[in-house]
């Protein structure tokens, strides 16, 4: 390898945290409101204003958010919801939290995203919702899936990885009924934990704000800043504690701010990849569909036919090489819980199972120098 001889430790992620988000944790912890209050308020609006939507609620987890819009629309149980097997498992655990029945579906093996036509294949009377992931960053077909769905089923984007994506000028988390998106140090920006619901119905927006208090009536910040502070409010419904703390939110807001530009980066990054790896037949790069605006939260190749070793050996390879790698994600149907639940055999989710065995994510951050590219594409082709 033509490369220099300096050892390295390239991350699969890293988050970019600077000065500006260590400054702003300062702000809630002088001024003494740390739970959610004016900095969640904030978050809320910047976010709901850069991806187009009327209304966004914070949470604690793209998970919690899950959980939060499957209550907030009423799901439960009796009620089926579809949702692809290429997946982290929380897109399936937040069915099963509200009592509803999943119901997986396979993946189209270019995009890792939902396949309408299986999707078509699998609704019942039953169906109450779909739940299409923007994998990796890359928005379903959106147009493809709510083509085949009968008018009354409702669509809940698992937008964990799509932050800044976007689907024929429109972004993601609002090309649902509501969309849910994680601030996992793993996804394009981070609070730590944390995620946001987003939708444009303002009654679905108002049920999620309830819910994510503990069903009360009126918030804690509303109610200490009112003008009755003494009086509790009344819960009308069984909700749960799933606010964001200002702490957090001070952070996103800084976040926030930087998200266009880390986006253009990992695009930028995302085409020398492109270029430096198009001449290794056996490697697959990530395609991007005309009209879609990826959000590069991963950079997830295929291993396929000619490869000079099994994926699992190049990924060892590679980690000798110091460059971190990780398959795509899992399938759900491959998971000791879900095989026992929805009673699976081996391989049932055909391409899902395969992209399992074959994915790996290649290192795309913001903290990845040029150099590192060229070492990872200098790497992959004297395999
Ligand atoms: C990361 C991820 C989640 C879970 O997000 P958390 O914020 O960690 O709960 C859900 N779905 C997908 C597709 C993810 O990638």
């Known amino acids: 390898m033509g490369g220099p001889a300096k050892p390295r430790s390239i991350a699969i992620a890293e988050p970019v945290i600077g000065e500006a988000e260590m400054a702003a944790v300062l702000e809630p912890l002088r001024s003494g409101w740390l739970t959610q209050g004016p900095k969640v308020a904030e978050f809320e609006g910047a976010f709901a204003a850069m991806h187009g939507v009327a ?57 890792y995203n939902i396949d309408p036509e299986d999707l078509a294949k699998r609704i019942t009377p039953r169906t109450r919702a779909v739940i299409p992931v923007h994998l990796f960053g890359l928005c379903a077909d959106m147009d493809a899936l709510r083509a085949v769905l009968p008018d009354d089923v409702l669509v809940i984007e698992d937008a964990a990885c799509a932050a800044g994506a976007t689907y024929r000028g429109r972004h993601a988390g609002g090309l649902g009924d509501v969309g849910v998106f994680s601030f996992h140090p793993r996804k394009s920006i981070t609070t730590g934990e944390g995620g946001m619901v987003t939708t444009d119905d303002g009654d679905l927006a108002a049920r999620c704000r309830v819910l994510r208090n503990h069903g009360a009536t009126i918030s804690e910040e509303d109610r200490h800043r009112g003008p009755a502070p003494w009086r509790l409010p009344d819960f009308e419904l069984l909700g749960f504690n ?30 020398v990849y492109r270029e430096g790896l198009a001449g290794l037949p056996w490697l697959r790069t990530p395609v991007v569909p005309e009209g879609s ?3 590069w939260q991963a950079f997830v190749t295929v291993v396929g036919e000619g490869a000079p070793m099994p994926r699992d050996e190049i990924m060892a390879a590679l980690q000798e090489l110091g460059i971190s790698t990780r398959p795509g994600t899992h399938a759900i149907s491959e998971l000791a819980y879900w095989r026992n639940l929805l009673e699976l055999e081996t391989g049932a989710l055909e391409v899902s199972s395969m992209l399992e065995r074959q994915t790996m994510a290649l290192p795309l951050h913001n903290r990845m120098s040029a150099d590192d590219y060229v070492y990872i594409i200098d790497a992959l082709h004297s395999l």
């Open 55 to 111: 209304d966004a609620i914070a949470v604690t987890s793209c998970t919690t958010g899950l959980h939060l819009a499957l209550a907030a629309l009423e799901i439960g149980p009796g009620d089926e919801v579809i949702v692809p097997a290429f997946t982290w498992v929380a897109t399936a655990a937040a069915v099963r939290y509200v009592g509803a029945d999943p119901v997986l579906c396979d993946v189209d093996p270019s995009t």
């Open 293 to 295: 605006g990826h959000g």
């Open 242 to 271: 799933f606010r964001m703390t200002d702490i957090q939110a001070a952070i996103g807001i800084v976040q926030l701010s930087r998200l266009q530009g880390l986006i253009e980066e990992r695009d930028r990054a995302a085409g």
